[in-house]
């Protein structure tokens, strides 16, 4: 049975080239722990998401790209994906990647990377899904996110299983783990 990872991330390449490394040595210890492991995507051929998309397709993997139409121009749609779904809005392209995963795993991006990681998150906490929900923190780029949601925390905003929602981990094989892969 296979299993679909929606990845958020930029459109953008980081300044910090370590995270690209780092994002590739993920993406490779996940490939070859699991066979079955695809990828749903805002189907982008730059920046972070398009060296993710490269990584599965260089694993023979399924690789489902989802962009609405006025982004293909600004965010380079990818031209050898195994599927592209072309949207009318940004509403309608998350819906589709939320309604494709199994789990989410979120990497170095900017507001739209956020967006999606919240939404999904705060779809989690009114139980419209169950799925796993990771963010990836290589070199500590998101440690002052997680600083944040212990904050809400500690001033009543979220609850500790509301908290438990979102696991920031830097570690390979806890990343895996949280995803259930």
Not at 37 to 53: D, E, Q, R, S, T
């Amino acid at each position: 049975m296979s299993f679909n990872l929606c990845v958020f991330c930029g459109s953008s390449s980081p300044k910090n080239e370590n995270i690209s490394l780092l994002v590739e040595e993920l993406f490779d210890y996940l490939l070859k722990k699991n066979s079955k492991l695809n990828l749903v995507y805002g189907g982008a051929n730059i920046g972070l998401m398009g060296l993710v998309a490269e990584k599965f397709l260089n694993y023979e993997r399924k690789v489902l790209g989802v962009m609405p139409s006025f982004l293909k121009d600004r965010e380079v749609n990818h031209p050898t994906l195994s599927e592209f779904i072309e949207t009318k809005s940004m509403h309608d392209r998350k819906q589709i990647m939320y309604d494709k995963a199994d789990a989410f795993l979120i990497l170095p991006g900017g507001l739209g990377t956020l967006d999606e990681l919240f939404e999904a998150a705060c779809w989690s906490q009114l139980d419209q899904h169950k799925k796993p929900i990771c963010v990836y923190n290589p070199d500590k780029f998101f440690e002052h996110l997680d600083g944040m949601i212990n904050l809400m925390l500690e001033n009543g905003f979220i609850s500790k299983s509301d908290r438990g929602i979102i696991k920031i981990e830097s570690d390979f094989s806890r990343v895996s783990s949280h995803l259930s892969l």
